[in-house]
């Protein structure tokens, strides 16, 4: 799954089980059944779970180009800098 297949799935998340959340507590207050609710919420996050959490085809529309090893080692690694030089702290 690339970055924006991430961002997409949250997105699909997010509104699955909000829009579920919405119907559950509609119909389990209509029928007056919290049972009811919890099992039409159960069954969305159940079916939000499907969609979300596989690796689908279209979580990969835009998947990153890597480096190939050899490549790689053309290319320094980028070193840290050390400052020797630290500010003296006066203790009064």
């Known amino acids: 799954m690339d ?3 991430q961002k997409l799935a949250e997105h699909l998340m997010q509104i ?3 829009a579920f ?3 559950a507590f509609a119909t389990g207050y209509i029928m007056g059944s919290f049972q009811m ?3 039409i919420y ?3 996050v159940v079916l ?3 969609v979300t959490v596989p690796n689908w085809p279209f979580f990969n ?3 990153l180009k890597w480096l190939d090893p050899s490549e790689a080692e053309k290319h320094p ?3 840290l800098a050390v400052n020797s030089k630290k500010k003296s702290v006066k203790k009064n």
Request: no cysteine; net charge positive; aromatic share 4%.
């Open 3 to 5: 970055w924006q297949g």
């Open 16 to 18: 699955l089980l909000l």
């Open 21 to 23: 959340a919405v119907v």
């Open 37 to 39: 609710m919890i099992l």
């Open 42 to 44: 159960a069954g969305g």
């Open 48 to 50: 939000t779970t499907l």
């Open 61 to 63: 529309r835009h998947p």
């Open 77 to 79: 690694k980028p070193q």
